[in-house]
């Protein structure tokens, strides 16, 4: 019996019945083998106790690699470290300037002291064997403008910042600092006192010497100090401790000592050397025609002019300023 090859199915011809989910097929794959077969041979080896079979090209590959990154990272961690080459040349010239500048100065200021010593040379020449009370009352005005260097018996006071704006550093309290004010109220009180001459850290103050703030720094005409600041004075020092007790600058200490924690120390000196005026500025004056010149005075020893009135040669502190 012939079939025709369109007949399929079984022998007797019956077709066989279509599958519910044939349009599924895809889905039903993947219900039936979740895995690849990649993983199911290496997931069965792992039950097994099989180890996982590596070719020894594959590893020495994996530490080239492995040792490749380690060098790019390495070798780019030392690039961003290292300076540019720019920025060292840019440090190198700044340094060699400042070294410059600060030679050019050194020499301009033994310029100005060798002119200020001749200067007083031809002075003592001009004068001669002038009035004495005329030469008194020059080196009277050359101690008061800081012209000259002066050594005596004084006293000595030092100001410090309190421990916590020490450590703290710019965060720190402004009321835990010594402010410019509070320098200003103890130089005048010390020129009230009596004192002849006096320095801050080495800088002489005269009439014109001017004493401001800028940040945290106290500067003295522009030369900038740190703390400790220490206040010297030449002149008699019990006289100076007893009217800065009875002084607004000794309640002033005494408020920076007991509320602030500013450290206050006091002793007298029997030597006290304190230097010139870094740069004195000369004018020149002419009298008017027909006008006297003026009578020259010497300050006496106990600070006063003469009618009781204290002198205080410093024109830029601040009487009474405080801080608070």
Do not use: C
């Not at 369109?6 to 022998?11: E, F, I, K, L």
């Not at 800088?203 to 030369?223: E, H, K, N, P, Y």
């Not at 003026?294 to 003469?306: A, I, N, T």
């Amino acid at each position: 019996m012939m079939t025709s090859r369109h007949t399929q199915g079984s022998a007797d011809g019956a077709a066989p019945p279509a599958r519910v989910d044939a349009s599924m097929t895809l889905i039903n794959e993947f219900y039936r083998r979740p895995l690849d077969p990649g993983y199911a041979l290496a997931a069965q080896r792992r039950q097994a106790g099989e180890a996982p079979s590596r070719t020894r090209s594959g590893i020495v590959a994996l530490v080239v690699l492995a040792l490749a990154l380690g060098l790019g990272t390495a070798a780019a961690t030392l690039q961003l470290r290292k300076p540019l080459g720019q920025a060292n040349e840019a440090r190198r010239v700044l340094e060699s300037q400042i070294t410059e500048r600060g030679d050019e100065a050194a020499d301009l200021q033994a310029q100005a002291t060798a002119l200020g010593d001749e200067i007083s040379a031809l002075q003592s020449s001009v004068l001669g064997d002038a009035d004495a009370s005329l030469r008194t009352a020059l080196d009277a005005s050359a101690v008061e403008s800081g012209a000259v260097e002066v050594t005596g018996k004084g006293l000595r006071i030092e100001l410090s910042d309190a421990p916590s704006s020490e450590s703290d550093g710019d965060a720190a309290d402004p009321d835990a600092r010594v402010q410019d004010s509070d320098l200003q109220v103890l130089v005048n009180s010390l020129w009230e006192s009596g004192a002849e001459a006096i320095a801050i850290n080495g800088q002489r103050l005269a009439a014109t010497t001017a004493i401001r703030s800028a940040g945290s720094a106290v500067l003295v005409d522009l030369v900038p100090l740190s703390s400790p600041y220490t206040v010297e004075a030449i002149g008699d020092s019990v006289t100076m401790q007893t009217d800065l007790a009875r002084s607004s600058a000794g309640q002033l200490l005494a408020t920076l000592r007991a509320t602030y924690g500013i450290g206050v120390e006091m002793s007298s000196q029997r030597h006290v050397e304190l230097p010139a005026v870094r740069v004195t500025t000369l004018r020149e004056a002419t009298v008017p025609e027909g006008a006297g010149l003026p009578e020259l005075r010497v300050q006496p020893e106990d600070g006063s002019d003469g009618d009781g009135d204290p002198v205080s040669p410093s024109a830029d502190a601040v009487a009474g300023s405080s801080r608070r």
